[in-house]
């Protein structure tokens, strides 16, 4: 019998390199994270620089905040970047029905999944050489020791890593990309105290260099963006160690989910969230109340408007109950919150405000991405559009029908928000009514509704920006969906293109206060335009810092979001019109000039 | 033996002038990027004809479909619908057509009743009569009882038989279905095809592809065989045989002695071969010379007792491997 050698071979890697090496995607992304990164960098750069101004000789040693600067971009990058790119790695396999053909074949299971880390790791790698040039400019100013250098670039790659093995595993456990994409985060962010522990607990028994009191609790951050750094040899061991144990931990469940998993049936998380709260809804009512049913859930049969009736009848995020339980959901604790820091001194308390209200906003925008996005993708994916498409329905009805699913979320999501900006205006008249006390219950609303008219502008603004930028969102969501292949392209493009939008203007401002933007706006009016269009997220920044303290004054903030808001409204409006005359092409059906008179033609010669 | 003349097998009798073809395609080309999928397609289909579309997959029969079902935006030549013009007029075509997909699509969420209502909507049925003709599609396709099952839940037939009662809400006079039995048990298939009958008895005419063979010759009374995207025969199934000097296989089985009948048999008109089997004989007939009935008088005139005389349905398989070559588009 001839002896069967080990080869050295990684055939599935090799297969995937080549597979993204023909995709015109893999340059547009590597092309749209250098653009950023460098981009972004340069702004730093000068933004560091600026303070030396033509002293060369004070520019010596400002390597730092630069090297900084560049390992914080990058490990932004990953975040972004790596969990969209390894999400797919086992799912897409699953989703194409070829993962059972390669668990047949003589690479074992463990060598699949390895081959696709690595497959996803190495243009991750690639995007991390991009930093090299930066880098060396860093080291050239002085700052940065060798050590440091190096645990950057060790850190960096350790984080890759994690998070590719993280993936990966979700990948492996999950049926759809949509599922491991949002389960890699969701799990990145339950294991990070885990990671923070195991930190403390290196810390304690190998090193015996833990720290006690405040000190101690300063490592809770020892995977955060600033101890990514470090000149200790001991901490970015340590640190490795606490990332490569979980990793290799990851890829030993993936490789166990992988072939267990291999055959699972694709789930709608959300519902199966939802339905399992239906359950315990229903046992709690059932044990309080011994069963009563006040409204009972019937479901209608279709109307004249079908795809509709389908959208809110049918669908997870568009029927009435599940709608008002996202309302509960984000309204209760919001309300809580804002409560809770009424008392306490007015920047604070409109800070907690600000930061609650960016916080619903980007939940309202993911929210409307995965709904606008999925409502002809998933047709596609189900391989039902050829059915609507094929029915005497024109396409605008259709796309009409679909978005009006969208609509009702936003009215939804809109309640929190305009929740938001009522407490803002409050908070901005000194909380009156608060110091009733007990009679609190019944003055506070009333004078919150009273403050609107002494906050008019910001509540206008404020309103109007709800008004504009989630139908906004919502058509460019569509929009995209309409044109992506597949539902997960298109939910990742639309995420990265939204959320770049919103936070790429912020991001350069990163290190100054809201209030240091409005400022330097307002001294130079062209750039205060530019600004105000630039970004749908600046004139939410004007309103919260301008609208309600008297940085700007009311004409100066009118002027801007007046800007802001005619040349984002008029996009809306452009974008629906052109989704909505260029109907049939987008759906890919054939266009008649006027589908009534056809038909009525039609009847006329029978 | 080649046919003496191939092209005349591209092209089919034309249809009567005082009758309006319900399909009309003439010259039609489809390109797909740098891809020419379907290249000057002609077809006429009378109404009440099923014509069976015949090519392997990647042919071109389902972009043809697809054009007629006003799917397909990028299209030269001319494609009608009972006189209506698929690239100017589509959404009237639409009211004409009932297209049925080589895929079930499947909306997990809705059950059959709901599935049905929601494309009776679709097609704006009025909500009055709904009830009623969603009872009858149910009735016709055998799923009455299944009309508060799950969609998601039904079999593969099923799901097929759905689909077809889909299809037929409106009362369409063409149904375009795209491998209407591909992946179907033989019970399911052997359902669809029944159903497919009691619909041109109805007077539905039909336009079905398939790349199973056997499918096809026992229903459709014309077939067109693709290769390539191009039409490679099309006419009545004896009509192709008649063009390409195909010859029918009758298994004979004789009672009695048969010493020298194998010789006899060889000396009837039309008799290509015979060939001995273990209990029986299979004669190869040339049915231009003659036919299957007189091939019986003739044995009967010889003298011998038949125990069982059967006629093999025409061999499409080998008719198909005549004319391609196993190109694709």
């Known amino acids: ?606 | 033996m080649p046919p003496d003349d191939p092209a005349s097998l591209k092209t089919a009798d034309p249809v009567p002038a005082d009758v309006v073809p319900v399909v009309s395609i003439e010259n039609l080309h489809v390109h797909y990027g740098p891809i020419h999928a379907v290249r000057g397609i002609s077809i006429e289909i009378p109404p009440g004809e099923v014509f069976g579309f015949i090519g392997p997959n990647g042919a071109g029969k389902s972009t043809t479909i697809k054009v007629l079902a006003t799917l397909i935006g990028h299209f030269t030549g001319t494609a009608k619908i009972n006189g209506i013009d698929v690239g100017r007029r589509p959404q009237a075509v639409r009211e004409q057509i009932g297209y049925m997909p080589d895929f079930f699509g499947v909306y997990e969420d809705l059950n059959v009743r709901e599935y049905l209502h929601f494309f009776a909507a679709a097609y704006r049925i009025p909500r009055k009569q709904r009830k009623t003709v969603i009872g009858d599609v149910l009735e016709l396709t055998d799923l009455t009882h299944k009309i508060g099952d799950q969609v998601d839940s039904l079999s593969r037939g099923m799901k097929q038989r759905l689909a077809l009662a889909r299809v037929l809400l409106h009362d369409p006079q063409l149904l375009l279905l795209d491998e209407p039995a591909s992946g179907l048990d033989p019970r399911a298939r052997i359902e669809v095809r029944e159903l497919l009958k009691a619909l041109t008895e109805m007077g539905k005419t039909i336009l079905i592809s398939s790349h199973i063979l056997h499918e096809l010759s026992h229903l459709c009374t014309r077939i067109g065989i693709i290769e390539a995207g191009e039409m490679v025969a099309q006419g009545s199934l004896e009509e192709i045989f008649r063009k390409l000097q195909l010859m029918r296989v009758v298994h004979v089985q004789l009672t009695g002695s048969d010493d020298g009948v194998v010789d006899r048999i060889r000396e009837i008109k039309g008799v290509a071969s015979v060939e001995r089997q273990v209990d029986r004989f299979a004669i190869q007939l040339r049915e231009d010379h003659t036919a299957v009935e007189e091939l019986h008088e003739a044995l009967v005139k010889l003298g011998v007792r038949i125990h069982m005389f059967q006629p093999e349905a025409m061999d499409m398989e080998t008719a198909f491997m005549k004319l391609t070559e196993g190109k694709t588009a």
């Not at chain 1, 901490?235 to 990793?247: D, E, H, N, Y």
């Not at chain 1, 995965?370 to 009805?397: G, K, Y």
């Open chain 1, 1 to 606: 019998m001839t002896r069967r050698w080990p080869q050295l071979g990684l055939p599935l890697l090799t297969k995937e390199l080549i597979e993204q090496s023909a995709q015109r995607r893999t340059y547009v992304i590597r092309l749209l994270y250098a653009s950023l990164l460098f981009l972004l960098a340069y702004l730093e750069f000068e933004r560091i620089l600026a303070v030396s101004g033509s002293n060369t000789l004070a520019m010596l040693g400002k390597g730092t905040d630069m090297f900084h600067q560049v390992v914080n971009l990058q490990f932004l990058g990953i975040l972004l970047f790596l969990p969209a790119l390894a999400c797919g790695a086992i799912t897409a396999e699953k989703e194409r029905d070829s993962l059972t053909m390669l668990l047949v074949t003589r690479l074992g299971p463990f060598t699949i999944l390895f081959e696709k880390l690595l497959s996803r790791l190495v243009p991750m790698f690639t995007f991390l050489l991009l930093s090299l040039p930066l880098m060396a400019f860093a080291y050239s100013l002085g700052g940065v020791s060798t050590l440091e250098l190096v645990s950057g670039i060790v850190m960096l790659t350790t984080i890759c890593i994690y998070i590719g093995s993280l993936a990966v595993m979700c990948s492996s456990w999950c049926g759809s990309t949509v599922s491991a994409f949002v389960s890699t985060y969701a799990l990145g962010l339950l294991s990070y105290p885990f990671l923070i522990l195991g930190t403390r607990m290196l810390m304690a028994v190998v090193f015996t260099t833990m720290p006690i009191g405040p000190a101690g609790a300063f490592y809770f951050f020892a995977v955060a963006p600033i101890q990514l750094t470090t000149d200790s040899l001991e901490t970015m061991w340590m640190q490795v160690v606490v990332l490569g144990v979980p990793s290799l931990l990851f890829i030993t469940l993936g490789r166990l989910f992988l072939v267990r998993r291999a055959h699972v049936i694709r789930s709608n998380l959300v519902l199966t969230l939802f339905r399992r709260l239906d359950h315990f809804f229903f046992w709690l009512n059932e044990f309080t109340t011994g069963g009563v049913v006040l409204v009972r859930d019937d479901v209608q049969l279709p109307d004249d408007r079908p795809i509709t009736w389908r959208e809110t009848q049918k669908k997870t995020l568009g029927t009435t109950r599940y709608l008002v339980r996202v309302l509960v959901s984000i309204e209760t604790p919001l309300f809580l919150v804002l409560a809770a820091v009424a008392g306490m001194a007015y920047q604070a308390r409109l800070g907690v405000a600000a930061e609650a209200l960016y916080v619903v906003w980007a939940l309202a925008v993911l929210l409307i991405a995965v709904q606008a996005t999925s409502l002809v993708a998933s047709e596609r994916s189900h391989q039902t559009i050829d059915l609507l498409l094929a029915s005497p329905m024109t396409s605008r009805e259709i796309i009409l029908q679909k978005h009006y699913s969208v609509r009702r979320l936003m009215y939804v999501l809109g309640l929190p928000l305009v929740t938001i900006f009522l407490f803002e205006s409050w908070f901005a008249m000194g909380t009156p009514g608060l110091e009733d006390g007990p009679k609190a219950v019944l003055t506070v609303p009333l004078a919150a509704l009273a403050s609107i008219f002494f906050h008019f502008d910001y509540i206008l603004c404020s309103v109007l920006s709800v008004v504009i930028y989630l139908p906004l969102c919502s058509w460019i969501a569509f929009l995209i969906g309409i044109k992506s292949r597949s539902q997960v392209r298109a939910l990742l493009v639309t995420l990265l293109l939204l959320f770049g939008w919103a936070f790429l203007p912020v991001l350069v401002f990163v290190n100054d206060q809201p209030e240091v933007i409005v400022e330097s706006l307002l001294r130079s009016p062209p750039m205060a335009v530019v600004a105000c269009l630039c970004s749908p997220s600046v004139i939410i920044l004007i309103n919260e810092t301008g609208g309600l303290n008297d940085v700007m004054g009311t004409d100066d903030h009118l002027i801007y979001t007046l800007i802001n808001f005619t040349g984002y409204g008029l996009g809306w409006w452009w974008i629906r019109q052109w989704c909505l005359t260029r109907s049939n092409r987008l759906l890919g059906r054939l266009a008649d000039d006027d589908g009534v008179w056809a038909t009525r033609q039609v009847e006329g010669e029978s």
